[in-house]
């Protein structure tokens, strides 16, 4: 079945530097659209950044230069660097194929990233 699993979260001071991963099985994933996704508590999920199967990337504006989705197709993994955070990026991310709306049967449990001022 298909797998995602999220780590890499933690609590982090504002300005700092976080790398998310998400190993995924279960899937053809080197022709997949990835995509990362975050939940704030009470709200649902919303897209932050995807990594397409053709080579592009595309974010959300409230990441866009501070965040970097990139996948490894060989080892079925994506990824999520994130610089500069700011207390307003504490949430859950998830990955995820990119869809509209996303697959609901993929979730995974998420990673907890908590940015303190």
């Known amino acids: 079945q298909v797998q995602l699993v999220e780590s890499g979260g933690g609590l982090v001071q504002a300005g700092g530097s976080l790398r998310l991963s998400c190993a995924v099985s279960?899937?053809?994933?080197?022709?997949?659209?990835m995509a990362w996704y975050r939940q704030f508590p009470g709200s649902p999920r919303e897209f932050v950044a995807a990594?397409?199967?053709?080579?592009?990337?595309h974010y959300a504006d409230s990441v866009k230069g501070r965040f970097t989705i990139d996948r490894d197709n060989a080892k079925s993994m994506v990824y999520l660097q994130m610089n500069n955070l700011r207390p307003e990026d504490t949430a859950v991310y998830y990955c995820?194929?990119?869809?509209?709306?996303?697959?609901?049967?993929?979730w995974g449990q998420g990673t907890q990233v908590t940015v303190s001022s």
């Open positions: 995820n194929t990119l869809g509209y709306p996303p697959r609901d049967d993929y």
């Open positions: 990594t397409l199967s053709t080579g592009g990337t």
């Open positions: 279960g899937i053809i994933f080197n022709i997949k659209h």
